[in-house]
């Protein structure tokens, strides 16, 4: 019986672990006790050429590892099945087309029948400038150390944030985790707030705790290094800061800083940043971005829960305040005028041996309140869900929305059929939004588009209003985004002040 792993073995279910191993940078690759592949991410995929499909399940040494280094590479699987002790190595990988990578790998034995092994590929790197690693022993344990210690320190903060440790927590860590590896005085986890500033949520320093505590606003539109992320998007660094400068209060008796973006969802959401007394060795800023890219993991995960437990709480109270109004109208609405058409037939079925001739008017009157009971339940009924929405389908529906709002409106809908759903998603979404036109903006005009972009339906609300809307002033705008994200949306907005107001639901097709 063939008892060579199949490449659908090794499966990653915690979904954090899975993430993290494919949209990080290095190296990810799974080894059984013979050197058969079990994982292979699609880093080792860039660096190699090989696909999955073609080394899952076969040995390393017939594919990864070159020839002339194939007698090592099993005294190495040796010696860590015999010890049962990590073995940090720099290597080569041959690649699809007989190329040689370099490789300085750090490596974790899993339960004596795994070796998760994690790498980076040093072959183009500034450390291996003129192929310097190639050849000297001492650089590549130097290295090796190195790698081995940042891979420790982010398998450390995934840990963390797998536990669903709070977003402070993992702020604190990440920076104690950052100046360890870099070996720095201090560091900062920085969020910015979008006025030219950015503030202290993450903080370690070993010299002083009254540098950078948390909360402090460090300025983040100079010549700063925190300023530069901003403009660039990209890692930066002061090497020496001279003479006063905005960075002031930044420094506090440091002379060197660096820092390095944390984008989370293609968006900046903050920085990493770092300080020294000394210069910062020329790499620095290159081997933060490098520890920040999987940062931005930790904080996007540590963010999302943050955003998830506010979401639920106002989705809750959403539900609450709606069940509320419901009950209110329905007392002060159609309850009252069924109360009366219930009393004004006691009364007439009274009348009819006593006053026979008032019975046709009573009978009138409460058929009267009858109707227009009924009509403020088709009234409540529509705000539920409209009639028209499931009939005629979208289009028509906010037609007919349109023409009872007093604001001018254009429409520019897509004339199909969608799913329920998804209707009746941007139908909500585009009467909240213009309710709030009609309410807030003193607009002349607001616009409706709602049209297929590929797999997605885009929905774009616009008005020409005094703009200004802000998300956490009660305007509703976090209720649209929660029932964007509720059937796997997004949703974005632009108010600046004087402009006008633009939402953009961009909703999956697919939605069942």
């Known amino acids: 019986m063939d008892d060579t792993p199949q490449p659908e073995e090794l499966e990653l279910g915690d979904s954090f672990a899975r993430i993290l191993t494919e949209t990080t940078q290095s190296l990810v690759c799974v080894l059984d006790r013979e050197g058969r592949i079990l994982l292979f991410n699609e880093a080792c995929e860039r660096a190699t050429g090989f696909t999955r499909a073609e080394v899952l399940g076969q040995l390393a040494q017939d594919f990864v590892i070159p020839s002339e280094e194939r007698e090592a590479f099993g005294e190495f699987l ?23 990578r370099l490789i300085a790998w750090s490596n974790q034995p899993m339960d004596g029948t795994g070796l998760i092994t994690t790498g980076i590929d040093l072959t183009d790197r500034e450390s291996n400038r003129d192929g310097a690693l190639e050849g000297d022993p001492e650089a590549k344990l130097i290295e090796v150390s190195r790698v081995a210690n940042e891979h420790k320190a982010l398998r450390r903060v995934a840990t963390l944030v797998a536990s669903e440790a709070s977003p402070d927590r993992i702020f604190t860590s990440v920076s104690a985790e950052v100046a360890r590896v870099l070996q720095v005085n201090a560091s900062v986890v920085l969020r910015y707030v979008g006025d030219g500033t950015a503030e202290i949520v993450g903080r370690y320093n070993r010299d002083s705790a009254d540098v950078f505590p948390l909360g402090e606003v460090l300025p983040a539109d100079d010549d700063s290094a925190l300023a530069q992320v901003v403009r660039t998007l990209t890692p930066a660094r002061i090497d020496d800061w001279g003479g006063e400068t905005a960075e002031t209060r930044f420094r506090t008796g440091y002379r060197s800083t660096a820092a390095a973006p944390i984008l989370v969802s293609g968006a900046l959401w903050g920085a990493v940043g770092i300080a ?11 081997r933060l971005g490098e520890f920040a890219e999987l940062v931005s993991l930790a904080v996007a995960s540590a963010q999302a829960r943050t955003d998830l437990i506010a979401s639920r709480a106002r989705l809750v109270k959403a539900g609450d305040d709606q069940r509320r109004r419901l009950e209110r109208n329905l007392h002060d609405g159609a309850q009252a005028r069924l109360v009366a058409v219930a009393l004004q037939l006691r009364v007439a079925r009274a009348s009819l041996q006593r006053r026979p001739e008032a019975v046709p008017d009573l009978l009138e009157e409460a058929a009267r309140e009858l109707d227009a009971g009924l009509a403020e339940l088709r009234e409540i009924a529509r705000g539920l869900h409209p009639a028209l929405l499931v009939d005629h389908g979208l289009s028509r529906a906010l037609e007919v929305l349109a023409e009872r709002l007093p604001v001018p409106v254009t429409l520019a809908v897509i004339d199909e059929r969608l799913p329920e759903l998804l209707e009746a998603t941007v139908y909500y979404i585009a009467a909240e939004a213009l309710t709030n036109t009609a309410r807030h903006a003193g607009a002349d005009g607001a616009s409706v ?29 976090l209720g649209l985004r929660d029932r964007a994200e509720a059937v796997g949306g997004t949703l974005s ?20």
């Open 276 to 286: 020294s007394e000394q210069p910062l060795p020329t790499e620095s800023e290159t």
């Open 493 to 512: 907005f632009a108010s600046p002040p004087g402009k006008g107001t633009t939402i953009v639901a961009s909703l999956p097709l697919d939605v069942t």
């Open 449 to 477: 588009t709602v049209a297929r972009d590929g797999g997605v339906l885009r929905c774009t609300i616009a008005d020409d209003g005094r703009g200004g809307a802000d998300p956490e002033g009660g305007t509703g705008l």
């Open 78 to 100: 040796d010696f860590v099945w015999k010890t049962g002790t990590s073995s940090p190595q720099v290597g080569h990988w041959q690649t699809k087309d007989g190329g040689r």
